[in-house]
């Protein structure tokens, strides 16, 4: 039996994860421009309620990057995870194996982004479940007969 729909849906997911680590990068990036955290200080600067908070900009800056790296870290275990199940799955090995693991990655990437990866999660959980759901056919043997049917000669 080939999991052509299985393995289309973890593509997909993947893909969808690198799109997201990349767009984490950029991200990260940008916060670590001195021209932006310019311009964050001048918002914080013009805002009375968090000026009054007592709020540090720079802190801000540092959260948003320890963010992100946790953020890609989450993404890259998914991505290995899944990845890992893709190769599980391939010419039907071991489907029950790809599906534990691509429900694991779907939890993984679901909760560890705290649901901002959403869709990637949706698609590796469809994956797995399609892995377990699905039961190989079963092919009779035309040879194979019971004792009281006629055999052929």
Not at 104 to 115: C, M
């Amino acid at each position: 039996m080939k999991r052509t729909a299985e393995g289309v849906l973890t593509i997909i997911g993947i893909v969808v994860n690198i799109l997201m680590m990349i767009g984490v990068f950029i991200m990260s990036a940008l916060f670590n421009d001195p021209a932006m955290q310019e311009e964050i200080e001048r918002e914080f600067q013009n805002d009375p309620a968090l000026a009054d908070a007592g709020i540090d900009p720079s802190v801000i800056a540092g959260w948003f990057e320890n963010l992100g790296v946790f953020f890609n870290v989450v993404v890259i275990i998914s991505t290995i995870l899944s990845l890992i199940s893709l190769f599980a799955m391939k010419r039907n090995k071991k489907p029950k194996l790809a599906g534990g693991l691509l429900i694991a990655s779907a939890l993984v990437v679901g909760l560890g982004t705290l649901l901002l990866g959403w869709l990637p999660a949706l698609l590796f959980l469809i994956a797995g479940i399609m892995c377990f759901a699905r039961k190989p056919k079963v092919v009779e043997d035309p040879y194979t007969h019971s004792d009281d049917e006629m055999r052929p000669l």
